[in-house]
Every structure is written in structure tokens, then in C-alpha cells.
């Protein structure tokens, strides 16, 4: 009993940490990206207190819920936008052994509830009473529907080649040549995930010089923080699954196993960031193109490609 | 618990839909200010746009008619906060035309190397706010980059980063400062040569170019028939610049190169603000180097205490960095106008957007607007 409360607590420590180092870092790489210095005076060391300076902020702002919005859904969305991303945590595994809990349906389990997240969005945009934020709601949902399932289509893949829906089993099964043979599903994962967690260049539910803000627009304070955190959650816990997924988690040479899973994950983090430094948003056409003409075959490729090797080997 | 209907049909063709009215503005951060669009929505496709304009209307026009030449030259900067200098540029030349004066040949080629200066400024301010709006963050960063080395020189020569206020009726406040021109010459080629990198991180990017290739095409009548002037025009194959077709200040002895394009798009209005930049480089160099070949001599001319301009009515109008700016300007013999009438260009080329925008989706409306390069001061006034 103890070990499991022990292990939450470690989880909700690292959940609540990482975010910020990721959102620090994005910072900082688009300021340096951009030629501008970034945060520079909260801590003192090159503003590295400024998300807490954020927090304590946001902490303390009027938390305004419009007339006309729909209370109770209103104020419970930025919650059911975060907490699928902490339960997906739950079943990480950071290093041989280290996870805390091993679900032998782990990888189902992390899908379904990832998808939860989104609806987070939904009930935003619909409660606000807002026209821009049911114009980003809807957006959301339409995103949501395309992307899911190349998303499914290319974790499957690797739950093929390790015969496994558990995630320590598949990064145990793993081999540094699944690197070549899983290629495409890793990059359809990527990319897919990138849109559901409407990253740039999939922002368009955001899209903050076109609907504002989408279905955050009404939000404020301390629902509005979570909205963020919520965003660099999903940061982490998709450079986390594909990281296990895709690029072999804790296996590495010289380095202890979770340092290598830190490196993997921070380097796909930083990867997240570039994209949103350097691309313009697609409009939502083009975003289902991309996912329907796109992605979607891509995936069956992978799936295919997977099922030869396979049973030829 | 509220009851609600709201009538989004997502494609539904069989279900009952009702359009929505949105209104974009005016505040809202991609119309720069204060423009309000009311549009009707099915979904997200424009039904019907219209632009309502007025949140900003400062009365200019009526307070030119009680302000002597001096104070209209810097409430006339103010209307295009974008493009002061060549706002200037009209009300000082319809003046001086009324009063048969002839600025001297140093003044006015040091109108045209600031007139040029602005435009640089102008074109850099759009080409990083477009992208912006497109969801591209850095491209901004860059060109405000730039503008801070010609925003330098223009500072140090009148005191200003916006409103230089350095016209006079006659010629210009003061003399250029030792070594001015150097430092122009300078901040001109250090600009080109990084100009290319903004062109590197947005022009060819295949996201950038799904946005706007075939996105809000205008086409030549509508020009003619709205009255729209400048990059716009001239990015949908109207050929016409005043800098050439009706040369004022040096341009006669200039080569202006008119820059053209025939697709109309928002990528041609893009690409035509990009060339007319590396144009108005060039310009700013010619320009410099024959300042520095020019012999001593007056800036300016002596004016008498109270300025009255000789009873007549003329029509200034100049090629501005948005468009044609032009002052019609009446006077009864008194030290204020008895009427100048302003023609800005952003007010003639934001009207063209009802018929551009209906049957275009939410998220071209941003791009389309922000491919329409307007102020909201210059609409208006």
C-alpha cells in the first residue's frame, strides 16, 4: 500500500515538474530562436523562477466565469483537460522496473485516456457561451476524430512487433533496428500527437489571431493555468510515448537507463518547440487532409510493413 | 441550467442550420487596432462580410481647417501611423505649390531618401505581422530586427520613431547631421543583406504557400472599381506607381522599378511588399550618394512669421507606402485651409473586402486581411 501511495506521489512530482522545465525551455528556445534574451529576472539566474512567478500570478487573479456560460461544465473542463495526461503517466515506465503501475493492457489504456483530454476542450467551447470558443471547440472535435486514428494505427504497429499491449514489455522486446523497420509509425505517432494536443502547426482550435483564444478565450486565472499546464503535460506525455513507443525508451549505451529516457523525451520536447518556432498554422481543411490522405495511409503502410517482417522472420 | 441554440450545421445539409453573425472586432487581434467585420457565417464559410469602420475617426479632416501649416504637417503624420514621413510629404508639397515655392535641390533629395526610408520601415513592419497572423511567430522578430537599424537613423535625424515631423513648408526642419549619410548607407546594406533570411524562413514554406496561393484573389475591375492603390493593385497586375507616373520630389531622375505581379493572391501581395523593399533599398542608396555629391547649401527656406498660402485649390498626392495618399486642398487666402481633403489608401482598399471575403473560411478571412496591408488610423482618419 505504501509503495503505491509512494509512487503516486513520485509520479505527481514528476508530472508537475517536468512540465515546467519543458515550458522554461520553450522559453528560452524561442527566445534564442527569435533573437531575444527570454525570461531574464525572475530567480535571478536567466529568469529560471518565471513559471512559478506565472503560477503565483495566476494564483491570484479573479476567477471570472461569464453570465451567460454554463457553470457547471464551464468549471470543471480545465480539469478533465489535465487529469487524463497525469493517469497516462501511471503507466510510463522511466527505467527496467520503474513504472507505477504495470497494466498489461497499458498501451489500450494509455490511448483511451489520452483521447479523454481532448473533451476538455469540447466542454470549454460549448460552456463559454462564446462564439469564438465554439468555433475552437468544434474545431477540436474535428481534430480529435481525424487524428486519433492514425494515432491508434501507428502505436498498434508496435504492439505487433513486440506481441504485447504492455509498455515495459514492448520497450523490453525493443531493437535498435525497430529504429528503421517502425520509422513511419513513429513519425505518423509524432505528428498525430502533435495535433491532438494542438501544437502549432496544428493550433487551429487556438489560433489566437483567428478565434482568439478558441475554447479558452473565457477563461481566466487559475482554470486558465490549468489549460496551459494541461497544454505542456501533453508535451511531455507524447514525447514520453513515443519515446517508449518508438524510440526504445531506457535502452542506451553507457547512461542509466532513465537518464537515456530523460534524453529522448527532452530532445522530443525540443523538437515540439522548433516546430512552433518555425511553421505558420494549417487551416482546418488542410489539417484533415493532411491527417485523412496522409497519415492515415502512411499508417496502414507501417501496419503492413510490420505484419511482413513479421511473419518472415 | 441555460437553454441554448446555436446554429452551427457542420455540413449537415439534411438538418435545419441557421448562419451566425460573428463579429470580428473591433477588438480583436488580428484587425490591428479597431476595424470591425461583421460576418455572416454557414460553419465556418463567410456568407457575407462588412466592414464597419469609425472606432477611430479623430475628425482630421475638420481640424486641418483650424490649424495652421505647421501643426497640419504633424496631425497629418498621424493618420498612417506606419508611414509618417510621406504623410508629411503631401500636405508640404500641395503648400508649396499653392505658394509657388521651390524647396532646394538638397531638401528635396533628402525628402526622397527618407520618403524611401519610411517605405523600407512600412514594408518590414507588414512583411513580419502577415506571417504573424498566419501563426508564424519568428518572422516578426526578424523584421523588427531590421526596423531598429533604420529606425536609428531616422531618430537621430528628427527625433522621432513614428511621427518624424521633419517636413517643413519649404524644405525640412534642419540639416542632415555630420556623417548621416554614412550611417544610412549603412543601416541600408546591413538591412539587405538580411533581408534574404525573412525571405528564406516564410516565402517558400509549404504551409505558408498552402495559405495563401489562391486565397483572396482580386481581380483587375475590382481594382478599378473600389479605387484600390498600392502593393495591393500592383500585386494584381494594375500597373501603376505615382513614384513613376506622376513623379514628384527626385523620382524623375530616379529609376523606379514599378514592381508587378498578375496572381492577385495574398502570395502576390506577399511577394510584391518583399520586392518593393529591396527596391526602396536601392533607392535609399542612389538617393544617399547623390546627397553626398551635391554642393553646400540651404535645407530649408526662410518663411515669414504667419504663413498664408495664396487663394487656389491643388491636389498633392503621393505614392505612400500603402497606396495613393492624396490632399485636396482648398485655401482662401487665410494661414489655415479652408478645406484639405484626405484620400487615404487604406479606407479605399479596405472596402474591396465585402466582395473578397464571402465564400472564404474563417481562417482565410485572417489571411486575407492581413494580405490587405491597411491601417487603421488611414481608414479612419
Not at chain 1, 483564444?213 to 496551459?228: D, I, K, S
Not at chain 2, 505612400?320 to 484639405?340: C, H, Q
Request: hydrophobic residues 50%; proline residues 5%.
Amino acid at each position: 500500500m505504501l509503495d503505491v501511495v509512494l509512487s503516486f506521489a513520485a509520479i505527481l512530482i514528476v508530472f508537475l515538474v517536468l512540465p515546467l522545465i519543458v515550458g522554461q525551455t520553450e522559453h528560452k528556445v524561442m527566445a534564442h530562436m527569435q533573437s531575444r534574451l527570454g525570461p531574464m529576472y525572475a530567480g535571478g539566474f536567466h529568469g529560471w523562477a518565471q513559471l512559478i512567478a506565472d503560477g503565483v500570478k495566476f494564483a491570484q487573479k479573479e476567477d471570472v466565469i461569464p453570465a451567460a456560460a454554463d457553470r457547471r461544465i464551464f468549471m470543471i473542463a480545465p480539469g478533465v483537460a489535465l487529469v487524463p495526461y497525469l493517469l497516462v503517466l501511471i503507466a510510463i515506465p522511466l527505467d527496467r522496473g520503474l513504472v507505477a503501475v504495470d497494466l498489461d493492457l497499458g498501451l489500450f489504456f494509455v490511448l483511451a485516456v489520452m483521447g479523454v483530454g481532448v473533451l476538455g476542450a469540447i466542454m470549454a467551447g460549448w460552456a463559454s457561451a462564446n462564439k469564438y470558443s465554439v468555433l475552437g471547440g468544434m474545431r477540436s472535435a474535428a481534430q480529435l476524430m481525424a487524428y486519433e486514428l492514425p494515432l491508434v494505427l501507428a502505436a498498434s504497429s508496435v504492439a505487433m512487433a513486440a506481441g504485447t499491449l504492455s509498455i515495459p514489455g514492448i520497450v523490453e522486446a525493443w531493437q535498435w533496428w525497430w529504429l528503421p523497420w517502425q520509422a513511419i509509425g513513429g513519425a505518423v505517432f509524432f505528428v498525430a500527437g502533435l495535433a491532438e494536443l494542438r501544437r502549432p502547426p496544428f493550433d487551429m482550435p487556438i489560433a489566437e489571431s483567428e478565434i482568439i483564444m478558441g475554447p479558452m478565450t473565457e477563461y481566466t486565472g487559475m482554470r486558465f493555468a490549468l489549460f496551459m499546464l494541461a497544454e505542456y503535460v501533453g508535451i511531455v506525455v507524447l514525447s514520453f510515448l513515443t519515446t517508449v513507443l518508438f524510440l526504445g525508451g531506457w535502452h542506451g549505451p553507457f547512461l542509466p537507463g532513465w537518464l537515456w529516457t530523460l534524453v529522448k523525451v527532452f530532445a522530443l520536447a525540443f523538437v515540439v518547440i522548433w516546430l512552433r518556432v518555425t511553421y505558420p498554422r494549417l487551416r482546418e481543411d488542410q489539417l484533415q487532409k493532411l491527417a485523412w490522405a496522409g497519415l492515415v495511409p502512411l499508417a496502414l503502410v507501417q501496419l503492413a510493413l510490420t505484419g511482413v517482417v513479421k511473419v518472415l522472420l | 441550467m441555460t437553454e441554448r441554440v446555436v446554429g452551427i450545421g457542420a455540413g449537415a445539409k439534411e438538418l435545419a442550420t441557421e448562419d451566425m453573425i460573428l463579429n470580428i472586432g473591433p477588438q480583436h487581434p488580428s484587425t490591428h487596432g479597431v476595424l470591425r467585420l461583421r460576418l455572416t457565417l454557414d460553419g465556418e464559410r463567410i456568407a457575407t462580410a462588412e466592414p464597419i469602420i469609425g472606432y477611430m475617426h479623430r475628425g482630421a479632416e475638420k481640424l486641418f481647417e483650424v490649424r495652421d501649416y505647421r501643426q497640419i504637417i504633424m496631425l497629418a503624420n498621424r493618420h498612417d501611423w506606419l508611414s509618417g514621413f510621406a504623410n508629411e510629404l503631401g500636405v508640404v508639397l500641395a503648400a508649396e505649390r499653392l505658394l509657388g515655392m521651390e524647396p532646394p535641390v538638397r531638401a528635396v533629395w533628402a525628402r526622397t531618401l527618407l520618403a524611401e526610408l519610411n517605405r523600407v520601415l512600412n514594408h518590414l513592419m507588414f512583411l513580419g505581422s502577415y506571417p504573424l497572423e498566419l501563426g508564424a511567430i519568428t518572422p516578426l522578430f526578424y523584421a523588427f530586427d531590421e526596423r531598429e537599424r533604420i529606425q536609428a537613423v531616422m531618430e537621430e535625424i528628427s527625433g522621432g520613431r513614428m511621427h518624424y515631423m521633419f517636413n517643413r513648408v519649404g524644405g525640412l526642419k534642419e540639416d542632415l547631421p555630420l556623417g548621416w549619410l554614412d550611417r544610412v548607407s549603412a543601416a541600408v546594406a546591413e538591412t539587405r543583406r538580411r533581408v534574404p533570411d525573412i525571405e528564406d524562413l516564410i516565402l517558400h514554406n509549404d504551409i505558408f504557400l498552402a495559405r495563401t496561393t489562391g486565397v483572396g484573389v482580386l481581380t483587375h475591375d475590382q481594382i478599378m472599381q473600389y479605387g484600390v492603390s498600392g502593393p495591393i493593385a500592383r500585386a494584381s497586375g494594375v500597373d501603376l506607381d505615382l513614384r513613376r507616373d506622376d513623379p514628384y520630389l527626385a523620382y524623375p531622375e530616379l529609376p523606379v522599378k514599378v514592381v508587378t505581379r498578375s496572381a492577385g493572391d495574398c502570395h502576390a501581395r506577399f511577394e510584391v511588399l518583399l520586392d518593393q523593399l529591396k527596391v526602396s533599398l536601392d533607392l535609399a542608396d542612389t538617393c544617399a550618394d547623390r546627397l553626398r555629391a551635391l554642393p553646400p547649401g540651404p535645407i530649408n527656406q526662410r518663411l515669414p512669421k504667419v504663413l498664408k498660402v495664396p487663394e487656389g485649390h491643388t491636389y498633392a498626392w503621393t505614392e505612400n507606402p500603402l497606396g495613393i495618399n492624396g490632399y485636396y486642398l482648398v485655401s482662401r487666402g487665410d494661414k489655415t485651409p479652408w478645406r484639405l481633403k484626405l484620400r487615404s489608401a487604406s479606407y479605399n482598399n479596405i472596402q474591396v473586402l465585402r466582395e473578397m471575403l464571402p465564400g472564404h473560411l474563417v481562417a482565410d478571412m485572417v489571411a486575407i486581411l492581413g494580405s490587405m496591408f491597411f491601417v487603421v488610423g488611414d481608414i479612419d482618419k
